[in-house]
């Protein structure tokens, strides 16, 4: 499935109704270059799951848990990018959490599978059209996808 995404509010809005689809276990791996809007999209997600905020980029805290304002799922933030490899992301113990929360992961392609064998996908692309794509492993996560 493929969206274009002209603005950053549109990229929030699909991220508030994906947030709103979310249930604890479900586990999303955010893909992107800098700037290409993982953190928007992020925040759209968090909007839709009524979790406390703000929502900011986790770089240099690796992680940041956001409690459910709403009585749902927590929302575990981690931002892979200045992970070594697999072994630091299993450091953060995420598989304690993931049953409990949504855990979102930015730049965990190639480190994040191993949480999940059941997984939404995203791949967030920059160009003269911006468009992003999601694809998921596993019969929850594609449901949403239609």
């Not at 925040?43 to 940041?64: H, N």
């Not at 990018?81 to 697999?86: E, F, I, V």
């Not at 992301?89 to 599978?113: N, Q, Y």
Request: net charge negative.
């Amino acid at each position: 499935m493929t969206r274009v995404l002209p603005a950053a509010d549109d990229t929030r809005a699909l991220g508030r109704t994906l947030g709103e689809l979310l249930a604890a276990g479900d586990l999303v791996v955010l893909t992107g270059d800098l700037g290409a809007g993982k953190t928007t999209l992020t925040q759209g997600l968090a909007e839709g799951l009524g979790v406390r905020g703000p929502i900011t980029s986790p770089t240099f805290v690796i992680s940041r848990v956001h409690p459910s304002l709403v009585g749902g799922p927590a929302l575990v933030h981690v931002d892979a990018y200045r992970l070594g490899g697999a072994a630091e992301l299993d450091d953060l113990d995420l598989d304690e959490s993931i049953e409990e929360s949504v855990t979102v992961v930015e730049w965990g392609h190639g480190l994040a599978e191993q949480l999940a064998d059941d997984r939404l996908e995203v791949l967030l692309e920059r160009s003269r059209r911006p468009r992003s794509a999601a694809g998921g492993a596993g019969a929850r996560a594609t449901a949403p996808l239609g």
